[in-house]
């Protein structure tokens, strides 16, 4: 069967409750109507570090994954701010403020 993964044409196969798409995942396959049905045990699932495709009449529509997964991302983003954030002049804007004014009562 062939299915469209984050925009890209791939070919999915069953393989028991599991379906792979691709050489990318191996994830349980789950309907739309079931996510619906089951959703608390599903992110009980996803917690102990299952993830799911859900499909919308056997085309993939989108994924339930741990957030744990994400974080390279989020440190790639951070990493790309910072770098950023590095080249760029430092500008002061008004009056430097001392310690005990910041910290005024």
Not at 21 to 48: D, H, T
């Given at each position: ?11 999915s196969?069953?393989?028991?409750k ?13 309907s ?8 608390s045990q599903?992110l ?11 499909t ?6 989108a994924?339930?994954v741990?957030t ?20 760029q002049p ?16």
């Amino acid at each position: 069967m062939s299915a469209l993964l984050d925009g890209l044409p791939v070919r999915s196969h069953s393989v028991g409750k599991f379906t792979t798409f691709g050489a990318r995942l191996m994830e349980e396959a789950v309907s739309a109507a079931e996510a619906n049905r089951n959703f608390s045990q599903i992110l009980r699932s996803v917690k102990e570090g299952h993830s799911y495709v859900v499909t919308s009449h056997g085309t993939p529509v989108a994924r339930i994954v741990p957030t744990k997964r994400s974080s390279a991302l989020s440190d790639a983003a951070k990493s790309t701010l910072m770098a950023r954030l590095r080249t760029q002049p430092v500008q002061i804007v008004g009056p430097r403020w001392s310690r005990d004014e910041l910290y005024e009562e």
